[in-house]
């Protein structure tokens, strides 16, 4: 499948609309709005050049990330709920979109870095076909919390360098209760397969920032080390050892986790360092530790 077959088929996913495993059905072409609260125009909250990545996404001067506005899923301690939930931000055509990744590389992004763009995947991949062929040469980073559906990502496939997905429940239950996501663990299992698949090897530039690759991002939740280590087992089990795990302690209590006893503080210092020792112990030795 040519590139002007795969656009025109990822068009044709938006009614009705088929883009995420959430599978709403809506048809987003007349206008109707699905569970990502989206219709057919992409909506941005921000773009800048940012250095909270890993450090070999972020690079010297910052990756070049686009925040995109709304979301197909609902997580109730979202940290950028001002516009994935409520919505904040501004509708953007497919050539404003490109004028603002070329921008981002004038600024020198050692990246451009999509953060949960999936349900506006159409004019996203439009946006990138017309900014390669207007000299945009840097990696693009799909940052995705990992629900995605592998039909889609084979529609991806050549588009994508950096694979940036969370694996954040191995508690299908928990999934739901936090982020109205059905069946996570194995949808999300299947996604990263497919991006393994698509980019197999980790590669760096001289200057040693990212240049193709697969990352899995956990989400450290307090009183979840449990979790935490079957989710490694799960891991190492689906992908092996060697995939690149970056472990996060950023997790925060905001929007509605208050509502929820149990993930309403931040982590304790005490935890975070059992965290690492559990990485440790279950032999991964690829990837970075975040602290806030």
Aim: hydrophobic share 35%.
């Amino acid at each position: 499948m040519n590139e002007i077959e795969k656009i025109k088929r990822l068009y044709e996913m938006l009614s009705p609309c088929y883009l995420c495993p959430l599978r709403c059905g809506v048809e987003r072409l007349k206008r109707e709005s699905g569970i990502c609260n989206s219709g057919i125009v992409t909506k941005i909250s921000a773009f800048t050049l940012y250095k909270g990545e890993e450090p070999p996404l972020s690079g010297r001067d910052g990756s070049g990330t686009i925040f995109f506005s709304n979301c197909n899923l609902k997580c109730v301690y979202c940290q950028n709920f001002q516009f994935s939930q409520i919505g904040n931000g501004r509708f953007v055509s497919v050539k404003e979109l490109t004028r603002i990744m070329l921008s981002l590389q004038e600024k020198g992004a050692s990246n451009i870095n999509l953060v949960t763009p999936t349900h506006y995947f159409p004019p996203i991949v439009a946006s990138l076909r017309l900014a390669k062929s207007n000299g945009l040469t840097l990696p693009i980073i799909l940052n995705t919390i990992g629900y995605e559906d592998v039909k889609v990502l084979n529609l991806l496939e050549g588009y994508i360098d950096i694979y940036l997905p969370d694996f954040r429940y191995i508690d299908d239950q928990k999934a739901i209760k936090y982020s109205q996501a059905p069946d996570y663990v194995n949808i999300t299992t299947a996604a990263i397969k497919e991006m393994l698949k698509q980019v197999p090897e980790v590669k760096f530039r001289p200057n040693g920032t990212m240049s193709r690759g697969v990352i899995i991002r956990i989400l450290l939740f307090p009183d979840n080390l449990q979790d935490l280590r079957l989710t490694l087992r799960h891991i190492a089990k689906e992908f092996g050892k060697d995939v690149y795990i970056s472990l996060m302690s950023q997790y925060v209590p905001v929007y509605r986790a208050k509502e929820f006893p149990e993930i309403s503080r931040k982590l304790s210092r005490e935890e975070m360092l059992e965290a690492i020792k559990i990485l440790r112990e279950e032999g991964f030795k690829n990837g970075w530790v975040q602290y806030d």
